[in-house]
């Protein structure tokens, strides 16, 4: 019944040091070995998850940047919607991002992140994959080419943002929570469900043969496209009071995807190999 694993990383398939748990990485290689498919569904860089794809060692459909990015399990990049480059050099104006300079500024390019300070502790949500930023005078950048603007900083701050935002382009951006202090913004197409849409059409598949799991704002439409959705216990509560009729299943930091897979797939060995 069930073909394919939609599943998002932060809060949900990784543990609370943003790492892959050996059981993980055990129960996921063996589900694939059997005929089941993957996609991986997260708000990071693609070059980013195609490093912590190779340390997961399967071939999962990636998508990455909400929904911004596609890439096949070669690789191959199938499905792309950037932000407008005039939007883009709106997005980082202290207009939008506020003088006070508290708010750090993201850009997710196709093979760079690049950033407007250098933020050392950023790297710990990097381990697995050794993805780096580039540090670069945002006011410079052209616009073009750009996924995801991404801004990191105090809940108030980023409530002023989005409030910005949805006066300068109402419904021309997608904008989204990943965590609490970070606000994600692509454009208006762009969703992790819109992303998971395209892989089961192109898989000729139907939501009732996908599971998916998800923890927190951006995973809404990732829950209510597949059929047959799940929430963390360690999920935003916000999450919870959207879609309180998703079952919640085990935490991220005790391998909670892991062991609902097992028991879905009845894989009776709990052994992590």
């Not at 050996?22 to 990071?44: C, D, K, N, Y």
């Not at 850009?107 to 990097?126: G, K, N, S, T």
């Not at 050794?130 to 080419?145: I, N, S």
């Not at 139907?206 to 216990?233: K, Q, R, S, W, Y």
């Amino acid at each position: 019944m069930y073909k394919l694993v939609a599943t998002d990383l932060d809060g949900t398939l990784l543990n609370s040091d943003h790492q892959l748990d050996p059981f993980t990485v055990a129960t996921v290689r063996r589900l694939e070995r059997s005929g089941v498919q993957f996609v991986i569904a997260t708000g990071r860089h693609y070059c980013d998850v195609a490093g912590i794809r190779d340390v997961l060692g399967i071939r999962p459909y990636l998508v990455t940047s909400n929904g911004a990015r596609v890439h096949a399990p070669d690789d191959t990049l199938i499905h792309s919607r950037n932000l407008s480059a005039e939007a883009v050099k709106q997005l980082v104006q202290p207009a939008i991002v506020g003088e006070h300079g508290r708010v750090i500024v993201n850009l997710f390019a196709d093979d760079a992140w690049l950033i407007d300070r250098d933020v050392p502790e950023l790297l710990a949500y990097h381990q697995d994959s050794g993805f780096r930023y580039q540090v670069v005078d945002m006011h410079a950048h052209d616009g073009a080419d750009i996924a995801k603007v991404l801004y990191i900083g105090d809940p108030a701050d980023l409530a002023i943002i989005a409030e910005r935002l949805d006066r300068a382009f109402g419904d021309a951006l997608y904008v989204t929570y990943s965590l609490p202090d970070c606000l994600e913004v692509m454009t208006s197409n762009v969703s992790k469900g819109r992303a998971l849409q395209f892989v089961l059409s192109r898989l000729e598949l139907l939501p009732a043969h996908c599971v998916a799991f998800g923890d927190n704002m951006n995973d809404i439409d990732l829950l209510e496209t597949a059929g047959h959705p799940f929430m963390m216990n360690n999920a935003n509560p916000d999450l919870m009071a959207r879609l309180p009729f998703v079952p919640r299943i085990g935490n991220n930091f005790e391998a909670g995807v892991a062991h609902h897979l097992r028991k879905l797939f009845s894989m009776t060995d709990l052994a992590a190999s």
